[in-house]
C-alpha cells in the first residue's frame, strides 16, 4: 500500500510542470536539463561582469567616501573654531562690561567688586556691542539702595586704628623683635633654667 501514494505524487508533478509552461507561454529553462546549464552559465557570465565593475569602482567609492569626511571634518572644525571664537568674543564682552562696572561703582562702594558680581554683565551690551552706562548707573543707584552697607565710608577724620606694641604687653617684659634676639633670649632662659 504505501507504494501507491508514492506513484500518484509522482505522476502528478510532471502534469503540474507542463502546465506551469503552457501558462506562462514560455518554456521553463529549469525543466530542460540543457537549457538549465545554458541558463547557469548566462548568470554566471552576468554575475563576473558584476564583480569586475564592483571591483572597479570600489576605489572610487572609497575616494568618495574619504572626500566626503574630509568635507565633514572642515565643517566640524570650522563649526568648532566658530563657538570658540564666539566664546571667547563673549568673554571679552563681559569682562569689558565687568571693569566698567567697577570703574563707575569705584565713586560710591567700599568694594567695587561687590557691584560686579551682583549685576548681570550681558545686560548692559546691546546688538552692536556697545556698553550702556547710562543704565549700569542707574542700577548701580538701585543697589546702593537695597544694600546700603556696601557704600563707601563718608568722607571725615579717620579713627586711627590701635596699635598693639604701644602700651604695656602685659608681663612687662617685652620680647626683641628679631628671630636671633629672641633664639638666644630662649637659649639663655633655657640654660639658666628658668
Known amino acids: 500500500m504505501p507504494e501507491e501514494p508514492q506513484t500518484e505524487q509522482v505522476e502528478q508533478q510532471p502534469q503540474e510542470q507542463e502546465s506551469a ?61 566658530l563657538a570658540a571664537e564666539r566664546e571667547r568674543a563673549t568673554s571679552a564682552t563681559r569682562s569689558a562690561v565687568t571693569a566698567k562696572v567697577e570703574a563707575l561703582a569705584a565713586k560710591t562702594f567700599a568694594d567695587p567688586t561687590d557691584a560686579a558680581s551682583a549685576l548681570n554683565p550681558s545686560d548692559y551690551v546691546d546688538d552692536s ?26 568722607e571725615g577724620p579717620r579713627r586711627p586704628a590701635p596699635d598693639r606694641t604701644q602700651g604695656s604687653s602685659g608681663n612687662g617684659n617685652r620680647t626683641p623683635n628679631s628671630p636671633e634676639q629672641e633664639f638666644a633670649g630662649w637659649m639663655n632662659r633655657a640654660l639658666n633654667g628658668r
Not at 26 to 51: F, M, N, Q, T, V
Not at 135 to 140: F, G, T
Request: no cysteine.
Open 129 to 154: 556691542g556697545s556698553i550702556d552706562t547710562d543704565r549700569i548707573k542707574a542700577d548701580l543707584g538701585d543697589l546702593l539702595q537695597r544694600k546700603p552697607h556696601w557704600a563707601k565710608a563718608p
Open 21 to 81: 509552461q503552457e501558462a506562462d507561454g514560455k518554456k521553463d529553462p529549469w525543466s530542460d536539463p540543457e537549457a538549465a546549464r545554458k541558463e547557469i552559465e548566462k548568470l554566471r557570465r552576468e554575475a563576473a561582469g558584476h564583480r569586475t565593475k564592483v571591483r572597479e569602482l570600489e576605489p572610487l567609492a572609497a575616494k568618495a567616501k574619504e572626500l566626503e569626511d574630509a568635507q565633514k571634518s572642515e565643517a566640524e572644525r570650522l563649526t568648532e573654531q
